[in-house]
């Protein structure tokens, strides 16, 4: 079975640039997850989906970081504008919901730099 | 509000040492506690898990005990290998909180042949 998969898996762009993350979650996992990892940190959670809704992006700055997930499957987060401290790992998470707690598949994230 | 606090790395260790990373919680109610292992270039990977007070979560000759008395989920393997060289995240989920997982700030394992 194929894991989460995320691309590309590193970008380097200049402040002010736009840029996007794309994600495919495993097959059936009806949850998603964005997660912001800043160098030598744990992540955080950015926006959770549910389907297609987004039922949590209280931590998303709506400013300039947008996100979607149209169908229901993959999602796209962009920046726009970007800013310097904006360089992390981006990582995406997906679950199922059987069980007391759904364990979070991680993919293997993009690593923005911001120059 | 949740937190979870970890031991700052990174660790250094002779192969066959003995290994143990700090983890200490701040949560309401009754969290799950997980430990999640970072190879390099790779995604997160769950190592082991525990959802309540006294169970021992354990994988690959890594265990880890829930203790609610102390709030803390201490992360031990006897016996190091290389291929244990990894960053370690410790990490809780709060059932009062939805299936948000809150991370520690992660460990550094460095195992030296």
């Known amino acids: 079975e194929a894991g989460v998969v995320q691309s590309p898996r590193y970008k380097i762009i200049e402040k002010k640039q736009p840029v996007a993350f794309w994600c495919n979650p495993i097959?059936?996992?009806?949850?998603l997850y964005w997660y912001r990892q800043n160098l030598g940190q744990g992540p955080e959670l950015l926006i959770r989906y549910e389907n297609e809704e987004a039922v949590d992006d209280s931590q998303l700055p709506k400013d300039r970081f947008s996100a979607e997930r149209l169908k229901g499957v993959d999602s796209t987060l962009k920046i726009q504008p970007a800013e310097l401290g904006d360089s992390a790992v981006y990582l995406c998470?997906?679950?199922?919901?059987?069980?007391?707690?759904?364990?979070?598949?991680f993919g293997p994230g993009t690593r923005l730099t911001v120059l | 509000g949740n937190s979870v606090t970890q031991m700052e790395g990174p660790v250094t260790l002779s192969e066959e040492a003995f290994l143990t990373i700090n983890c200490t919680y701040t949560?309401?109610?009754?969290?799950?506690l997980f430990w999640y292992v970072q190879y390099p270039g790779e995604g997160l990977q769950l190592l082991l898990k525990?959802?309540?007070?006294?169970d021992k979560g354990s994988n690959k000759g890594f265990e880890a005990t829930y203790r609610k008395e102390t709030t803390s989920f201490h992360l031990e393997k006897g016996s190091v290998q290389v291929s244990d060289s990894a960053v370690y995240f410790c990490a809780l989920i709060n059932n009062n909180a939805g299936n948000m997982l809150t991370f520690g700030g992660g460990t550094r394992l460095m195992v030296k042949p």
């Open positions: 949560a309401t109610g009754y969290p799950s």
């Open positions: 998470a997906s679950s199922s919901p059987s069980g007391l707690y759904n364990e979070q598949f």
């Open positions: 525990a959802t309540k007070a006294d």
């Open positions: 097959s059936g996992h009806n949850t």
